[in-house]
């Protein structure tokens, strides 16, 4: 008997930019300016389109490393993972970020690099050669962080967060600004002694300090007799807002700033089963605006966060990195203005 061997299917290869350029009828070059979407080179839309269809047909996708090794740089932005929970605002707009950043020709990639900080953390961004970092907090990344990133050729470093970081370019939001909406609005509504929620989950108090020394700075600046402010720790949990709303009557408060929406439902639905009316015994007050907040009875009253557009920072970025050389900017991102709804 003969044994014929076992066929193995033959390997396909890996189609390359002059396959493209041979099935278009235009040169590598060609293919080169119109895949790469460089706007020096006039091509017609007509052999735009073959390029695009011959890259379609054959599978071909352009090889980033090689074109990073050819530009000096490469397109990628990175964005390494923050270990402070993202509610739904931030998300929208960190997704809206990554969108206008892909329609500009950047690669966006997300980087989990939980329990690093410092030049720790810095270090292992820059080994995937950046062209753009967005820290998304200051409390990740130092001044010798950024030394090592642009050192690593990143072309420009951002972070978004309440402080400044010397090198970097910040986005600042400042959270202070929530909680002085918060405060006007309470003490507008005739209540003097305000509670604030300060969460007690871990890395929220990041975002929470800020807000607490907004809202006492504000009832200090208005000079109110009697106006005091309480802290008052919470975990986002129905037993921990359980406990807070049996010792209310005995704190003797008239409103609450709760730090958020999500907290803010939580702590209003555990006041109302202990008996205690919302807002006739305890005005409250969140931030965020989220959806759920109008469906409650009482609807919710919020402080807006308003937040610039994904697409304008984008254009920031974009002009950064063609103009690494210029001094840092400092851009206030975060405003706030308080929604007045029937918990209030």
Known sequence: MVQIPNQQPAKRSVPT????????GVSRATVSYVLNNAGTVRISEPTRRRVHEAARELGYVPHAAARSLRAGHSRMVLMPTSEIPMGPLF???FNELQWALSRLDYTVVQYASLGMTGEDAARAWAELRPVAVLAPDTSALGPHGVTVLKRSGAKAVFTLGPQRVKGAHALLMDGRR?????????????????????????????????????????????????????ELPLAYEEGS???LAA??????????????DEYAMLLMRALQDEGIAVPEEAAVI??????????????LSTVRIEL???????ELVDRVVRDPGAEPEVHDMLGAAVVHRESS
């Open 286 to 299: 969140g931030s965020d605006d989220l959806m759920l907040g109008r469906l409650l009875r009482p609807r």
């Open 178 to 230: 929530v909680g002085e909406a918060a405060a006007r609005h309470l003490l507008a509504r005739g209540r003097r002694r305000i509670g604030a929620v300060v969460p007690e989950e871990p890395g929220l108090d990041l975002f929470s300090r800020p807000r607490v020394e907004g809202l006492r700075a504000a009832v200090a600046d208005a000079h109110i007799a009697g106006a005091s402010v309480t």
């Open 91 to 93: 998300s929208r707009f």
């Open 247 to 260: 010792r209310w009557r005995s704190l003797g408060l008239e409103g609450v700033f709760a730090y958020n």
């Open 241 to 243: 807002a359980a406990g």
């Open 308 to 314: 610039p557009s994904g697409r304008g920072l984008a």
């Open 17 to 24: 930019s002059a396959d493209v350029a041979r099935l278009a």
